[in-house]
């Protein structure tokens, strides 16, 4: 089977860089994905690592280490509309598998 | 553009009533769709997925049950809910050969 596992909760202040880590075990690897999802919303998606390295998306970033299986999502310059949960997921057959979700609390 | 609907968005419901919950796309053929359920403050649950007309697959037995009439409409169902039904109730849907998934707004369900 699949199974994700992340922090519950990161704080950081304004302005910090963050980073929400994430392993997963799983039966057939794809590709990890991230999505964040504010307060009464709807998971929106942030980005998508199919091989090893850093992907840059703006303030966001996503590394995955396939050996390791691990990867993380950094956050840089901080922003109060940052604070959300983000989920990281693993595909498993046609569905994604989602982890149980970080929330991200960004200060003043 | 593609765009995802889901309807009603809130619901109060009694135990033991019925549900149908309404997902459609616009805009996409064939996509992949999905039911999801978040219980409050938690993760993501899959309930159901589907890759065509027809094709319903079920991660997690219980009283619920879905139904792909349409190549873009997917609904939820149930015939009798239970207090543990309620939640956030998530439709997705993906482009049959890429992993990105796109949510609808989802349903809050309270089953009293």
């Known amino acids: 089977g699949q199974s994700l596992e992340q922090p519950s909760e990161v704080t950081a202040v304004e302005g910090a860089i963050v980073q929400i880590n994430c392993t997963y075990q799983?039966?057939?690897?794809?590709?990890l994905s991230w999505y964040q999802q504010h307060d009464g919303g709807a998971p929106t998606f942030l980005s998508y690592?199919?091989?090893?390295g850093l992907e840059e998306t703006g303030r966001f970033s996503s590394f995955l280490s396939r050996s390791d299986s691990y990867g993380y999502l950094l956050l840089q310059e901080l922003q109060m509309k940052d604070s959300a949960s983000c989920f990281c997921?693993?595909?498993?057959?046609?569905?994604?598998?989602f982890g149980k979700g970080t929330t991200l609390s960004v200060s003043s | 553009s593609q765009t995802i609907h889901q309807w009603p968005a809130t619901l109060v419901q009694p135990v033991g009533s019925p549900l149908s919950l309404e997902c459609t796309v616009e805009g996409t053929s064939n996509p992949n769709l999905y039911w999801y359920r978040q219980a409050a403050g938690r993760g993501l649950q899959l309930l159901f997925y589907?890759?065509?007309?027809?094709?319903i697959s079920s991660e997690v037995p219980q009283n619920l049950s879905a139904s792909r009439p349409q190549d873009r409409q997917f609904i939820l169902s149930s015939k009798k809910l239970l207090l543990s039904d309620s939640g956030f109730y998530l439709c997705a849907w993906s482009p049959g050969d890429q992993e990105t998934q796109y949510f609808g707004p989802g349903t809050r369900l309270l089953v009293l």
């Open positions: 690592n199919a091989l090893d």
């Open positions: 589907s890759v065509g007309i027809g094709q």
């Open positions: 997921a693993v595909r498993a057959g046609t569905a994604l598998i």
């Open positions: 799983t039966s057939g690897f794809y590709g």
